[in-house]
Nanobody, 115 residues
Framework: QVQLVESGGGLVQAGGSLRLSCTAS????????IGWYRQAPGKQRELVAG???????NYADSVKGRFTISRDNAENTVYLQMVGLKPEDTAVYYC?????????WGKGTLVTVSS
């Protein structure tokens, strides 16, 4: 059974930092591409960052230079380090993987950035 569990969200002031974690089970983690997405109230879910099996990363323009995605294959975990947080980063953050042709999502973790 594939499962993704996010953690690390919370309330932070503008300019602050948070590190999100996404721990996966039920897959061969080292060969899975993982993405972080977010959904703000009233908006569509959007890709924030992704990391390939070889560690290649990609980012949304809105977070480049502030967010860093990384993976620890020994811990089956992908991290999203967020610095310089802005109120517009407020959203529920989800991780996602595609495994054997099906998308799997975590339940999300809420990040709230106060101004």
């Amino acid at each position: 059974q594939v499962q993704l569990v996010e953690s690390g969200g919370g309330l932070v002031q503008a300019g602050g930092s948070l590190r999100l974690s996404c721990t996966a089970s039920g897959i061969t983690f080292r060969i899975a591409r993982i993405g972080w997405y977010r959904q703000a109230p009233g908006k569509q879910r959007e890709l924030v960052a992704g990391i390939s099996t070889t560690g290649t990363t990609n980012y949304a323009d809105s977070v480049k230079g502030r967010f860093t995605i990384s993976r620890d294959n020994a811990e089956n975990t992908v991290y999203l380090q967020m610095v310089g947080l802005k109120p517009e980063d407020t959203a529920v953050y989800y991780c996602k993987t595609t495994w054997v042709g099906r998308d799997y999502w975590g339940k999300g973790t809420l990040v709230t950035v106060s101004s």
